[in-house]
């Protein structure tokens, strides 16, 4: 099924509106609750959320998203649903796949964090690229909170993946190859770039050192997991800083995005090179009706100023100018032992104002034709009462009749193009649900002690998910409702905490056998009889744990 399709599905359907035909749904503070409709409940544990278009039930599990909830609904096959929602929203829909590419897409996410790992660790070894960063002004928190890293010179993360069992056309899918199948990111700092879902998508290295013919910066290609012109870099790590200052700051690049996150401008994001789309901007429009531009002072910053700001006036934002004056970038600003108190923002339009004040000589008619052509566009975007005010203020700022201005601004047509994007579910299985509602258990019932317990006999990836859990911002309103759903509908908190404690351990034994089972015919065979006594080893405390219960 084509994945265009679907994106496009999931942008004209609102999740809340149309679950609402289905369900009878009250707003509980950001979310709505109801009934569920998937199994018979007396006490509402279905939860739809707005703001990431999603559905999750706290009793039978069902989770996902508008697509997901048609299929389940109506009993729907997913082509089928695919195809009926298409209709009804008239889509042409191209069926040439059969698949949804979920496979490709698993496999990319394995590689993808391997090479991030591969890259962090190379940072560690690489004193110069580390130095670098040190001066540009990072802390060694930051440098790890954003899991920036280095790739060397050379093929080492095509051989290290190769050695792991991937091949040469899986790696070159992730987009880690260039043309000639050698690594695409040769002596470069690594930024990840991280989607609102916490996956890795692709990555953008930063030529270090700086080569002469080399592109400075050198983005992943787009593949089917990342699309140039929906990403928006540091967004997982912003959203909840936007929705609290009910503003987006829009920068350039990583640098300025993390050394402002690192001064404590936090409910900001960037787009690569600056330039903003019409998909990025529906994204942002879930968090914040109101954009600041604090794009480079140059000459290409300013026409990405302009560009940006009309898109998103056509998009029906309020926009701002980011005032940092007399530096290149925000960068630059912080790093010369700037604070955000010496920021300061304008509305874009009094910024242009000022700006042809500034840089043009408006006695020449020339600059006249310029200034008129610059603002505008902006004009048409006004209510009548605003336009009226700026009409008469670049009358007297040209010297020219407000009657010519009028006529002229009639001219003006402004278009927007847009590309169609894709975007992919992601589901957790029954052992992260587990683990979701032992973190809330834990926390109502003060079990710390308990937990670290139970955390001893877990891989680190899962210790991992319970830290995410707990401390990512991502997930706070997550847990916050799960705490509000058990505290309303269990009857015996200690004893529900004491079942699923061992739930979770079933689980997780059972996966863990079930996974090195799967390695059984894809090992060597001197680690074989290793594998075997971990086999063991698990299914002894298996039984155990079933006996027990």
């Known amino acids: 099924m084509e994945s265009r399709i679907l994106q496009e599905i999931k942008e004209k359907l609102d999740i809340v509106e149309f679950i609402g035909g289905y369900v009878e749904l009250k707003r509980v503070g950001s979310y709505y609750r109801g009934l569920c409709p998937f199994h018979q409940e007396r006490n509402p544990s279905f939860f739809v959320s707005p703001e990431r278009q999603m559905f999750k039930c706290f009793g039978c599990g069902a989770a996902g998203d508008v697509i997901t909830f048609y299929m ?8 089928e649903a695919v195809e009926r929602l298409a209709e009804k929203l008239g889509l042409e829909l191209d069926i040439s796949q059969k698949e949804t590419d979920f496979q490709e897409i698993k496999k990319i996410l394995e590689i993808n964090r391997i090479a991030l790992n591969y890259y962090k660790k190379t940072l560690k070894d690489v004193k110069e690229a580390l130095d670098y960063l040190k001066k540009r002004g990072l802390k060694d928190e930051t440098i790890e909170y954003f899991d920036l890293g280095y790739a060397n010179e050379g093929n080492f993360l095509r051989d290290f993946l190769l050695s792991l069992g991937y091949d040469i056309e899986e790696i070159q899918k992730a987009g880690l190859l260039n043309e000639k199948r050698e690594d695409k990111f040769q002596s470069r700092i690594i930024f990840p770039l991280i989607d609102i879902d916490k996956k890795i998508v692709g990555f953008t290295g930063r030529s270090f050192p700086e080569k002469e013919r080399a592109p400075k910066y050198l983005n992943s290609p787009e593949t089917i997991l990342f699309k140039k012109s929906r990403f928006i870099y540091g967004l997982v790590y912003s959203k909840d800083y936007i929705l609290k200052e009910k503003e987006a700051v829009i920068v350039e690049g990583q640098f300025d995005f993390i050394l402002s996150f690192q001064n404590n401008l936090k409910n900001c994001i960037a787009v690569s090179g600056s330039s903003l789309t019409k998909e990025q901007l529906q994204i942002l429009k879930k968090y914040t009706n109101r954009l600041v531009l604090g794009f480079d002072n140059d000459d290409a910053g300013f026409k990405a100023s302009l560009r940006a700001g009309l898109l998103a006036l056509e998009s029906k934002f309020e926009i701002y100018k980011l005032i940092f004056d007399p530096y290149k970038d925000l960068a630059e600003f912080f790093e010369n032992q700037n604070t955000i108190e010496n920021l300061k923002k304008v509305p874009f339009i009094d910024y242009l104002f ?16 310029k200034a008129l052509n610059l603002i505008l566009p902006f004009l048409k975007y006004l209510d009548v009462v605003a336009s009226s005010f700026y009409i008469n203020k670049l009358s007297l700022l040209l010297k020219i009749k407000e009657d010519f201005i009028i006529n002229e601004l009639n001219k003006v047509q402004i278009e927007v193009q ?21 973190v809330a258990l834990s926390k109502l019932l003060n079990k710390e002690e308990e937990k670290e317990i139970l955390l001893r006999e877990m891989d680190y990836e899962f210790r991992e998910y319970f830290e995410e859990i707990e401390f990512n911002e991502e ?17 015996d908190l200690e004893k529900e905490f004491k079942f699923i404690q061992k739930e979770i351990l079933k689980e997780y034994y059972k996966n863990k056998i079930n996974y090195y089972k799967e390695l059984i015919n894809n090992i060597n065979p ?16 298996l039984k155990i744990l079933e006996k027990n219960a």
């Open 526 to 541: 001197e680690d074989l009889e290793n594998l075997l006594k971990q086999v063991k080893f698990y299914t002894e405390k």
């Open 418 to 438: 847009e590309e169609p994007e894709t975007q992919v579910s992601y589901f957790t299985n029954r052992l992260f649900d587990l683990i979701e509602k032992f």
């Open 354 to 369: 000022d700006y042809i004040e500034n840089k043009f000589d408006l006695n020449d008619l020339d600059n006249k034709r």
């Open 72 to 79: 389940r609904i109506e009993n729907l096959e997913f082509k």
């Open 475 to 491: 997930k706070q309103d997550i847990l916050r409702l799960r705490m509000l759903y058990e505290e309303l509908n269990t009857s």
